[in-house]
């Protein structure tokens, strides 16, 4: 049932994917096979960078922690029936406006935090208002409008970035953020901090808002059935809006996190595909936020894993791009599959 | 003799439920044999059987007096079976021809050759009077040509026993005629053709032989000329179902709702109701009438909010509706069952008491302080569940596993339990067994007992003169004049439906 935390028939899903999983590490095997290395060997390095030691499984964390609060952002816009790929941009105007707040101003140091954190929501949602208003008062296609402004978002952050507070000759970023700006650390070997619980607390609340609350209610029925909420009271366009809103507001935070937790400081560049990664973590979820904690740590683990990847073996980190694609393309077959056996009652594996 | 299709002692099991029970059926050549039955008796089950889609367990089929197994959908075409399912399967984007030749393409070196393609379909629409546009994209057709392709999909595949499932669930009167006729003429050409429905008028109109099913067995197999309507329904539910006006005490309650010169426009702007004026009193059924598109869906949906009227007045209990969002317009007290209940009706992937809740997912009990209790909704769905007498195992069900009928009624049961008391019933047993219609209509008879104003909106005819109180006829935008339900004369109904000025009709009020 699609309105459950945890949705039924949860054992299957999971062996199914498991199943998919097995599938395409074994492409994976083949074409590591093909670069002539020994799949076993790099199997095993990528679990020894992900998993090795605390250090390791704190750096896997470190990488998960914005995929899956992208992944929560994402899982916002598809259950209200909105596909927002413009997380990206999101996140880069997210951390920017944070990065901003943490060296432009002098501020106590937990109330630093909580301002930098909210231009960082409030950055995110105005990027993402301007397709949202297109989407739902002119009916624009939100996929194309919300790609498009991720190019814009990217380069946008790198003008300010290198015209307005780079150090002349130095890197393309801007100035460390204040020591008050900084978030938490949980541990002391490692940079992970509390956006980790942030985003896990994040995808539990969002999974219980569509469960339980009236609102949440709405939204999905909005994204499930639109003429059906249209015609029971709801207010289909402004759901809608909302819901792209929200979806940006968390790609923003997303963003503040990385920025104000990780490096302190905004580069241009600083979080190559987080956006996107969190998205196909969220559709691999099949928009379950807390399925996407699972698929967010996945994709963490593989990121994490493939720097050691190039250190100890000869394969390069794009294998890694490769069997993910894999990954992607087993685990949606799998998913197609079994929508194919739901619609027809009976189950029907040949195509 | 040799039969067109025969099957002997069909068996079909789903699990621990038989959807098919020793089913004989032997359709003669060139006859046009239906098969009748409520909707879960079995007719689709036993036709997917026929055409290789689903395995029997047991029993065995011939075709053209010949024994085989038919297993898979290849098998049967190239037997000369071919199939026209409910739902459409076209390609919106590709043309007529292509559509027609999807699959078996006529090449020329190795490409598509679209000019004979054009050529072959121009040739057989002319030779069985299917008129297409033969390069006309699919997309943006109506379902009554789109139809027209499915049968010229079946034809170019060189089918001589056609088999149709359900066809004119989708069609408007018009175009069912039409395509009786072209059947009789497939007839006439030699073919065989197996016509599935649970519409009795059809049926009678149609076929020469008809098979009625009920509960996965063949209860008869007669000529047509042996059997009367109210038999086929008896041998249909398995019991007297009443077609006959239902008693009534005259209740003369206060105006509910006022509707004054209200106008409206459809989906391409052009004015599809015109100046409509009528009021619908507390404790009566004021009934449309209508040929299918002649303004009754715009009216629906203007009064739900769902479309802005152009001009006039509608108000309910003195307020103005026109200009206000469904959601006030429920708050009001008015409580809508739509027309097009799949896609308005329900979320048909998601379950019962996930569609109970809708409109009331901010209100007490069901909510408090914007948090749903599931519980309530839950217990909610089980006690409707029971009222209404849905065949559903629980509120957890899907609502699109239930058959349409009891779709119906979960939409009636949480729009007559939504507190309104106006009820604006749009086609309430369109696609409906005759089962289930008729609880459907003791129902809507028990919510004018409690006094509720009924505005009821049918195509059917027969349900009107069985239920409202005044029906007014509507045409092209227009009402063309009402008619007392009591005294109603049905050819003068017929006439103003097709037009004709109504001031040689009696004229009522």
């Not at chain 1, 020894?48 to 896997?60: C, L, P, W, Y």
């Not at chain 2, 067994?433 to 509720?452: F, L, S």
């Not at chain 2, 004049?481 to 040689?504: F, K, Q, R, W, Y």
Request: charged share 20%; glycine share 10%; hydrophobic share 50%.
């Amino acid at each position: 049932m699609k309105t459950a935390l945890l949705p039924d028939g949860l054992i299957r899903t999971l062996a199914g994917q498991a199943l998919a999983f097995v599938v395409a590490l074994s492409l994976g095997a083949v074409i590591i096979l093909m670069i002539d290395e020994s799949p076993i060997a790099v199997f095993m390095t990528l679990m020894r960078g992900a998993f090795g030691d605390a250090e390791k499984i704190a750096g896997t964390l470190l990488q998960t922690t914005p995929i899956l609060i992208c992944g929560i952002a994402a899982c916002i816009g598809l259950r209200g029936g909105m596909f927002n790929v413009g997380i990206e941009g999101q996140l880069f105007l997210g951390g920017f406006a944070a990065a901003w707040v943490g060296f432009a101003f002098a501020l106590p140091p937990f109330v630093h935090i909580i301002v930098a954190v909210a231009c960082a929501i409030l950055a995110g949602a105005a990027w993402v208002a301007i397709p949202a208003y297109f989407r739902v008062r002119y009916g624009t296609n939100e996929v194309v409008s919300t790609i498009l402004a991720n190019y814009i978002a990217v380069l946008l952050t790198s003008y300010f970035t290198i015209f307005l507070f780079k150090r002349p000759g130095g890197w393309s970023e801007t100035p460390p953020i204040l020591p008050t700006a900084y978030l938490p650390e949980l541990f002391s070997f490692s940079r992970l901090n509390i956006g980790l619980l942030i985003g896990l607390f994040l995808a539990i609340a969002t999974a219980a808002f569509f469960r339980w609350a009236s609102a949440g209610y709405a939204a999905t029925m909005v994204g499930s059935a639109p003429k059906f909420a249209e015609y029971g009271g709801i207010n289909v366009r402004k759901v809608g809006f909302s819901v792209l809103l929200a979806s940006g507001a968390v790609g923003g935070l997303a963003g503040g996190i990385e920025t104000l937790g990780v490096h302190h400081r905004f580069m241009e560049g600083f979080a190559p595909g987080f956006g996107f990664d969190g998205l196909i973590a969220a559709l691999l979820a099949n928009g379950s936020p807390i399925g996407t904690i699972f698929t967010a740590l996945f994709f963490g683990a593989l990121r994490a894993g493939s720097l050691l990847l190039e250190v100890d073996t000869t394969a390069s980190r794009e294998i890694i791009t490769v069997i993910q694609a894999l990954i992607i393309l087993a685990v949606s077959a799998d998913l197609m599959m079994r929508r194919r056996g739901d619609r027809t009652g009976e189950r029907r594996w040949k195509f | 003799m040799t039969f067109a299709v025969e099957l002997k002692g069909i068996t079909k099991r789903f699990g621990a439920f038989t959807a098919n029970s020793g089913i004989d059926l032997a359709v003669r050549q060139g006859e046009i044999h239906a098969i009748i039955g409520e909707n879960g008796a079995g007719k689709t089950t036993l036709m997917n059987v026929l055409f290789g889609l689903l395995q029997p367990d047991e029993g065995t089929i011939s075709v053209n007096g010949k024994p085989m197994a038919i297993d898979s959908p290849a098998v049967a075409i190239n037997e000369g079976l071919g199939m026209v399912h409910q739902h459409f399967k076209l390609v919106p984007s590709l043309t007529v021809a292509d559509n027609i030749f999807l699959g078996m393409e006529i090449r020329r070196r190795g490409l598509i050759d679209r000019a004979a393609q054009v050529e072959r379909t121009r040739a057989l629409s002319q030779k069985f009077g299917l008129k297409v546009d033969a390069q006309e994209r699919v997309a943006g057709l109506s379902v009554g040509i789109e139809q027209r392709i499915e049968i010229l999909k079946v034809l170019a595949r060189n089918a001589r026993t056609i088999i149709l499932d359900e066809p004119t669930a989708v069609l408007t009167p018009q175009e069912s005629r039409d395509l009786f006729q072209t059947l009789r003429s497939f007839v006439d050409d030699g073919m065989t053709v197996i016509f599935i429905s649970h519409h009795l008028e059809e049926v009678m109109a149609v076929s020469d032989t008809i098979t009625v099913l009920r509960d996965g067995r063949v209860v008869a197999t007669r000529p047509k000329q042996e059997l009367t309507k109210r038999e086929l329904v008896r041998l249909m539910v398995g019991r007297d179902v009443s077609f006959d006006r239902r008693p009534r005490h005259i209740v003369q309650g206060e105006s509910v709702l006022e509707i004054e010169d209200l106008w409206a426009r459809d989906d391409r702007r052009l004015a599809a109701l015109k100046s409509a004026t009528f009021s619908v009193r507390a404790g009566e059924i004021v009934g449309i009438a209508g040929v299918a598109g002649n303004g009754q869906t715009e009216l629906a949906e203007v009064l739900s909010g769902l479309r802005e009227a152009s001009h006039g007045s509608a108000k309910l209990h003195g307020k103005e509706l026109v200009g206000c969002t469904p959601a006030e317009i429920r708050d009001l007290g008015l409580a809508h069952v739509p027309g097009d209940r799949l896609a308005r009706g329900v979320d048909r992937n998601a379950a019962l008491s996930t569609n109970i809740l809708m409109g009331r997912q901010k209100k007490a009990p069901f909510a408090k302080n914007g948090i749903i209790n599931w519980t309530v909704v839950q217990d909610e769905m089980r006690a409707l569940i029971k009222r209404f007498d849905i065949r559903a195992r629980g509120p957890r069900d899907v609502a699109r596993s239930l058959s349409g009928g009891n779709i119906q009624k979960v939409v009636l049961a949480r729009e007559f339990t939504a507190g309104g008391d106006m009820l604006l019933i749009d086609q309430p047993s369109r696609g409906v067994d005759i089962g289930a219609q008729e609880a459907i209509h003791d129902e809507i008879m028990r919510q004018r007992a409690e006094g509720r104003a009924i505005l009821l909106i049918s195509t059917q005819l027969d349900e009107l003169k069985a239920l409202a109180d005044r029906i007014i006829v509507m045409f092209e935008g227009r009402i063309m004049g009402v008619v007392d339900g009591n005294t109603m004369d049905e050819d003068a109904i017929g006439l103003m439906m097709a037009g004709v000025d109504p001031s040689d009709v009696k004229e009522d009020e």
